[in-house]
């Protein structure tokens, strides 16, 4: 599926007004975080002297970790939003060595090596194209970079699917990334990939306590511009929750590392 200017215009807006919530209530964004900053501690000594990119900052929940991690380096903190780059930059502080920038990966054109290490938590699933998204990261890496992002992959939200499919309704999450698919485009490319997939799971008291939530926290935009009616939306949760009480959410959570070929 292919995100238009304007649907990255959404993007933003959508995040931005959620900002005082998401920070609030992004609690698996938070784990999330967590196990990618414990994915880089093995690499710190092993990447390239040089700056640090971060796609995506949102409320700064990995930024802080980031620079918690690497008190040292020059760190570019990026987000579509200017509502959460504002946020993120108040809440954090400004110093010497931290710039923040707006930024749309879409379109970027900028290909020149300057990066020792690009991360982002949550962001790539938001790309027109997720493996073109990386692969133009990859071009910012210096040789012997790391590019390590988390995404919710394909398998997420299964039990979402499944009530529709037994009711016969559309199934209207967004897609999200096959990592299959990005694996192998980003071979194509001068890394060395690896990954890992692991399983959270979310419980809500009711289906539609879900749904807020997503909505809550921005990340209940259609990239699609498909929705349930109200009608549809009422069999759905009233079946749902019919069946299931509480219900649990999966989040298939994809950490993926690329490290920049020596040259």
Known sequence: ?????????????????????????????????????????????IIPQGPILEIGCGTGILTEKIISEFPARDVVITD???HMLSFTKERIGTKSNLEYQILDVDQLIESDPKFSCIVSNFAVQWFSDPALGLEKLGKLLLPGGLLLVTFPGS??????????????????????PEVEEMIVKLSLGPFQIDYYE????????????????LKEIGAAYS??????????????????DSTISPISIKWHVVYLAAKKDMI
């Open 1 to 45: 599926m292919r995100i238009s200017k304007s649907s990255s215009k959404h993007i933003a807006h959508s995040f931005g007004r959620s900002v005082k919530n998401y920070h609030q209530k992004a609690d698996i964004q938070r784990k999330v975080a967590d196990g990618l900053v414990a994915s880089i501690c093995p690499w710190k000594d």
């Open 80 to 82: 579509i939003s200017d």
């Open 155 to 176: 398998n997420s939200f299964i039990e979402w699917y499944e009530k529709c499919l037994e009711l016969g309704l559309p199934y209207t999450a967004n897609s999200l």
């Open 198 to 213: 692991h399983d959270l799971h979310q419980k809500f008291r009711k289906s539609l306590d879900f749904f807020r939530h």
């Open 223 to 240: 990239l699609s511009g498909k929705s349930l009616n109200s009608k549809q939306i009422k069999l759905l949760t009233n079946y749902w």
